[in-house]
């Protein structure tokens, strides 16, 4: 069992009273029933028609299916209920289920990576969905990002379309991806670029870890999880879930130790929340983070796509970027 200081007890116990009912945080496999429910009520009053001008490319049939995939996936926060039931369950396992799940979601609704103008830039951000996926060993969902994500990634040119994210997030995107690719050159220039930029705490947190990367420093390593550690339960404007455990506080470790395992040495992996010394425990095991998930009640094209991650028939039909 975790050691629980008082400020753990104290987030712990917001996330399971009001306005956070325990009863919703449902298993995975009923959480998707639910979304197949929502997205099969959906198409059948004809809701999805109301995507039209903002996909006006896509025929009926894709339409239906973005339509699916967005009811199913879009509208459930799952690395937060992933959070919630690994400390009301005690479960390490199912966090990973949950946080596969929010890896995966982001790819299937974002990762063509169309870039047309008028459109929210939300792929900017699969970084971050990226450093989750490596939090509980989903490297089916990484391999799925680099196979379709542009790398570099392009620069928003067009003044009149704002990305929603800050303009620094591409460089982020090329770090993480970059170190992922090996692409060494691309990698320490983002870095450079970013230790030049005024970021949140967390950010300059993972910086340091991407320099330690760079420079093959196991002390930078430590340095920026450790900044990463302190930042998140400093962390304003967030749901207490997020403050109480940091899957992207794994995701850094794990990225840094997928380059070279001595460069994460310095870090004590028995460390307290909002590092989950279980969850790194459970990790080492490897394998599927969904392997153990029961998704039988779930139509078997749907458990199939979500598991093996094929790209979305809707992908097909959308401009060139």
């Known amino acids: ?84 039931r690994r400390f009301i369950h005690n479960s390490p396992a199912e966090l990973s289920e949950f946080g596969a799940m929010a890896a995966r979601k982001e790819w299937v609704l974002e990762g063509h990576a169309n870039t047309r103008p008028g459109r929210a830039r939300d792929f900017e ?75 949140r705490a967390d950010e300059s947190g993972l910086v340091l870890c991407l320099r330690g990367i760079v420079e093959r420093s196991p002390a930078l390593v430590a340095e920026g999880l450790a900044a990463q550690t302190k930042s998140t339960r400093r962390a304003r404007s967030c749901d207490p879930h997020y403050k109480l455990l940091g899957l992207g506080l794994h995701g850094a470790f794990e990225l840094c130790r997928s380059v070279d395992p001595r460069l994460i040495v310095e870090w004590d992996t028995t460390h307290l929340l909002p590092w989950d010394a279980e969850l790194h425990d459970w990790r080492r095991q490897g394998g599927d983070p969904l392997r153990d998930a029961d998704l039988s009640m779930i139509p078997a094209d749907l458990e199939e796509r979500l598991t093996e991650l094929p790209t979305p028939t809707w992908w097909q039909e959308l401009s060139p970027t």
């Open 125 to 199: 951000i699969l970084w971050s969905s990226a450093l989750w996926a490596l939090a509980v060993g989903d490297y089916r969902v990484i391999e799925r990002m680099l196979e379709t994500l542009p790398y570099p990634l392009p620069r928003n040119t067009d003044k009149r379309y704002l990305s929603t994210f800050p303009t620094y997030y591409p460089l982020f995107s090329d770090a993480v991806f970059g170190v992922l690719r090996r692409e060494t050159s691309t990698v320490e220039e983002a870095v450079h670029a970013l230790s030049k930029r005024k970021l």
């Open 1 to 84: 069992m975790l050691k629980l200081s008082r400020q753990d007890r104290k987030l712990l116990d917001e996330i399971t009273t009001f306005p956070w009912d325990p009863d919703k945080y449902r298993p995975l496999g009923q959480s998707l029933l639910e979304g197949v429910q929502r997205a099969e009520q959906t198409i059948a009053g004809g809701y999805y028609r109301n995507l039209r001008p903002c996909w006006p490319e896509l025929s009926d049939s894709a339409l239906r299916s973005l339509c699916f995939d967005t009811a199913v996936l879009g509208y459930t926060a799952w690395a937060l209920h992933g959070i919630a």
